[in-house]
């Protein structure tokens, strides 16, 4: 039987939805590995190394090119949504306030781990396969070394939320090192992405945004609360296309929109709420378009053995920059290893900033595999290593 291809679609996304929330309510996954862990399992195991080499014919039938042009489409969208809430969510005031505390931790805990990366990065460059084509040496360890010193902002958010320390002093406190870095994050993203071919374009973007920024602040200041959502969604387009055309990557665009406008200027509640439909509604897509993109072309051992390496370098370095940053400013005993377990969560920012460097061929499909993987096997170890570790320092929860 002859099936169109919205048909098709709605089965990809029957399942899309259907088996992850199946595995994480049947399975009760929810203590080491939330929805949101679960749907990009999911997405791996759905690609074509996994359901495509198991049952090739379903599989090329499911997700032919024109469904997957579909999905990719709400893909994209999705993820262009999310990534500007975690930009206007950024509170530089608050770092500012504790720029010193903030500067250090933030700074130990990107600088170790992307070091410990680089090194595993500079050690695979031995081996044909897992740089991408476009990519010096350079722009490959680093790419792969920044992957490492990744936190994930959103999902540290609700990590947090689920051990009750969100709103505690200890919470606000890694949101403020966590912030920092983010913004860290895309500013060494734009270096990796810089393509001095296209210079001329890039600094034309930036100084045009720069120009736009300050019109749409003025506008968002002076129109009523219920217009600025609908301004912002036009600024997001716009600045991803900028930054598309100018050749760094429609998300540092989606970035950047958030960052350079104020969350206060949008209602709180409304903002959780839309991380949370957007993250219910379409993000599941975007783990799907997500795993689509894995291959085991290296061999299956050679890509778990490359993840292995890069998981030790994440939370080591983590958990060794922010032991340094304890004993420097004088934290209490143990203080150390839990910021630093909250803060080596991975998952969505560095999915986001993995499919980044595939696209632009920094990296090839072994390598993102791997990095997938590491970020899921981060980001699982997060709330059972915390919880025993929370419990031992009852003081970080009655100040």
Known sequence: MHMQTAEIFLIAMAIIFSVPYLLWRIGRTEYYAPLVVVQIIT????????????????????????VVQSLNGVAWWAVMLFVMIAGLELDVSQVWRNRRETGITAGLALSVPLIFGA??????????GWRGTEAKSWQFVLGVGMS?????LPILVLLMEK???LRQPIGQRILRYASLDDIAIWGVLALILMDWSRLGRQLFFIVGLVIAAMVVRTVMRRIPERDRWYVALIWLALCAFGADWSGLHFMVGAFLAGASLDGQWFNREQMDGLRHNVLLVMMPVFFLSTGL????????????LLA???????????LLGTRIAGRVLGWPPGESGLVGWLLQTKALIMII???????????????????????????????????????MLPHLLSN
């Open 43 to 66: 997405g791996i195991l759905l690609g074509p190394g996994v359901l495509g080499s198991a049952f090739p014919d379903y599989y090329t039938f499911v997700f032919n090119p024109a």
């Open 119 to 128: 090194a595993v990065a500079a050690i695979a460059l031995m081996w044909d």
């Open 148 to 152: 490492c010193a990744v936190t994930a």
């Open 163 to 165: 051990l009750g320390i």
């Open 293 to 304: 993109r894995t291959a085991w072309t290296m061999g299956g051992g050679s890509v778990f």
């Open 308 to 318: 292995a390496a890069l998981l030790v370098a994440s939370i080591a370095g983590k």
């Open 353 to 391: 900033f993995a499919n980044i460097l595939l696209d632009k061929q920094v990296i090839t499909s072994p390598t993102f595999t791997a990095l997938l993987l590491m970020a899921v096997g981060s980001t699982m170890l997060t709330v059972p290593v915390a919880t025993p570790r929370l419990k």
